[in-house]
């Protein structure tokens, strides 16, 4: 079985690296006021050639900046519509193997009309093509994210007293923005949405209902607004969307299987690919993957990120067999189940453990798919 030369790749990575010290200093100095804008800049743009270049040797076809220019892997993308405001967080339990954190991300608040004022992804995108011979690949939000957590309550009734305008001008926002990417020569995005994901959890269910939302709409809600938000772009671009439970300092906030958004998931959502958490009992089964179609490509995230410990590569391609008696072969790929770092605070290991689970993804992916 040849190679992908189309994405997702047959070896992938959902986008964030661990930040390097330097950067970690350089934006606790900017947060001071030591230095300016344009110095943090300079640190982050060295930053970058550096992981571009360790993504290339490391044999990725799609490259990232690593997030390195981001605090959060959502709230850095979103504050720069017009329309919205962040917020104290709303405090969540993150649960992790060695301890749980406690941890409250900001909220985003709509608090006005919604609007693309400017390309927000544009110069970045812009400085990862000049720096890569690969496919730079761009990661932003999914739409969907500006809604779940706060729900209704975190939406103006004075700017949106329908909620249809509402999801009417994310989507136009998104089309604006992704036009400016396709138009600098983007062939690769990624949707980052943890609410499909959350919706695979009772829990979360039924936090959405108490905000007045049916847990059962949701997904079909959120596919066309999705939908909506990418209908436009050019047919050399790929876009994927990646569904996380959680991703905090190696802490999740979610499980459960993905059976309960699998059909509006796999059918509804017009996406060529998806990067699915399967890292662990979590995820749950295999089984809804029955629902993917011919044409579209699911990745894997057997790796996980949130440990430093390797995973048996005789593991890994038992479970990517077991994948494959629900779709087949040739429509799988493989990646870690997660960034490593979805925030600047970064995963609980090493930048050598991360190393190794790179080594160990490319090692799995050439023997199983050439």
């Not at 993308?77 to 749980?100: C, P, S």
């Not at 110069?123 to 690949?137: A, C, G, I, M, Q």
């Not at 490593?340 to 992916?365: E, I, P, R, Y």
Request: proline fraction near 5%.
């Amino acid at each position: 079985m040849t190679q992908r030369t189309t994405p997702p790749f047959r070896a992938d990575h959902v986008g964030s690296f661990l930040r390097p010290q330097e950067l970690l200093d350089a934006r606790e100095k900017r947060a001071k006021g030591e230095i300016t804008s344009a110095q943090l800049r300079e640190v982050e743009d060295r930053a970058i050639r550096e992981i571009a270049r360790l993504q290339e040797d490391w044999g990725f076809q799609g490259i990232t900046d690593g997030e390195f220019r981001r605090t959060y892997f959502h709230v850095d993308f979103l504050e720069q519509l017009e329309g919205v405001e962040v917020r104290g967080g709303i405090a969540q339990r993150f649960h992790g193997a060695k301890k749980d954190v406690d941890f409250a991300p900001p909220v985003m608040h709509v608090v006005g009309k919604l609007k693309h004022v400017r390309p927000i992804q544009l110069e970045d995108f812009k400085f990862l093509k000049s720096v890569t011979r690969h496919t730079p690949k761009v990661t932003i939000p999914s739409p969907t994210m500006l809604h779940f957590r706060g729900g209704r309550a975190a939406i103006s009734k004075e700017a949106y007293p329908e909620m249809d305008a509402f999801y009417a001008d994310i989507a136009r926002c998104y089309r604006d923005e992704i036009k400016s990417l396709a138009d600098a020569g983007c062939t690769y995005l990624q949707l980052d949405d943890t609410n499909l994901a959350y919706l695979c959890d009772a829990k979360m269910r039924e936090g959405a209902k108490q905000r007045g939302d049916d847990p059962d709409e949701l997904p079909r809600r959120y596919a066309r607004l999705i939908n909506e938000a990418i209908k436009d772009r050019p047919k050399n671009m790929s876009v994927s969307v990646h569904l996380c439970r959680g991703n905090f300092q190696s802490a999740w906030a979610a499980e459960g299987g993905y059976e309960p958004v699998a059909e509006a998931l796999f059918k509804d959502l017009a996406v060529d690919g998806y990067f699915l958490e399967y890292d662990d009992a979590r995820s749950g089964s295999f089984s809804p993957l029955r629902f993917v179609p011919k044409g579209k490509t699911v990745v894997l995230g057997l790796i996980t990120s949130k440990l430093p410990e390797l995973e048996s590569k005789t593991e890994l391609k038992k479970r990517i067999d077991e994948a494959a008696q629900h779709v087949p072969l040739e429509q799988l790929c493989l990646s870690p189940q997660c960034g490593f770092s979805s925030t600047a605070h970064g995963n609980a290991l090493t930048a050598a453990d991360q190393a190794k689970k790179v080594h160990l993804l490319m090692q799995v992916s050439r023997e199983v798919w050439g």
